[in-house]
């Protein structure tokens, strides 16, 4: 029996940022704790960048999608989160690059930052078109009869 296959058409965009969040989270636990076993903390910027963008922003994106079904499957949700992700990775890469001193990386942040803008301002477009409030929780437990 083999495992049902997920293709790039059946994941959602909630789905695709929580995913991204946990690997974002791995390399922000792992950096931090090779900080604290090496005594150097100069990329901590790196670290916090990781979290905050990486962990933190993409869990978030998640939540608002899942509770947004229709936003769901919408080529422009998944975009925005590919968009945001890539941005990370080389924005965190160069900001990498400028603290471990080479000056070269600050054109490849500048980039790396517009693109993360032009992610948000995805998101902004598809929160100010959703237009419907958000799916109701559903509830954890239901009246006995």
């Given at each position: 029996?083999?495992?049902?296959?997920?293709?790039?058409?059946?994941?959602?965009?909630?789905?695709?940022?929580?995913?991204?969040?946990?690997?974002?989270a791995i390399?922000?636990?792992?950096?931090?704790?090779?900080?604290?076993?090496?005594?150097?903390?100069?990329?901590?910027?790196?670290?916090?960048?990781?979290?905050?963008?990486?962990?933190?922003?993409?869990?978030?994106?998640?939540?608002?999608?899942?509770?947004?079904?229709?936003?769901?499957?919408?080529?422009?949700?998944?975009?925005?989160?590919?968009?945001?992700?890539?941005?990370?990775?080389?924005?965190?890469?160069?900001?990498?690059?400028?603290?471990?001193?080479?000056?070269?990386?600050?054109?490849?942040?500048?980039?790396?930052?517009?693109?993360?803008?032009?992610a948000?301002?995805?998101?902004?477009?598809?929160?100010?078109?959703?237009?419907?409030?958000?799916?109701?929780?559903?509830?954890?437990?239901?009246?006995?009869?």
């Amino acid at each position: 029996m083999t495992a049902p296959s997920m293709t790039a058409s059946s994941i959602t965009a909630s789905a695709a940022s929580f995913r991204a969040a946990c690997l974002f989270a791995i390399a922000g636990i792992g950096m931090g704790i090779g900080m604290a076993a090496s005594h150097d903390h100069t990329l901590m910027p790196v670290h916090a960048h990781i979290n905050l963008m990486g962990w933190v922003s993409l869990f978030l994106f998640g939540i608002y999608y899942r509770l947004h079904p229709a936003l769901e499957t919408r080529r422009l949700a998944l975009a925005q989160v590919g968009l945001w992700s890539l941005g990370t990775v080389v924005l965190v890469a160069a900001v990498a690059g400028l603290h471990l001193g080479y000056p070269a990386f600050e054109p490849v942040a500048a980039l790396a930052s517009l693109v993360v803008l032009a992610a948000f301002g995805l998101f902004a477009v598809l929160v100010f078109r959703s237009g419907g409030p958000a799916r109701a929780p559903s509830p954890l437990m239901t009246p006995a009869e």
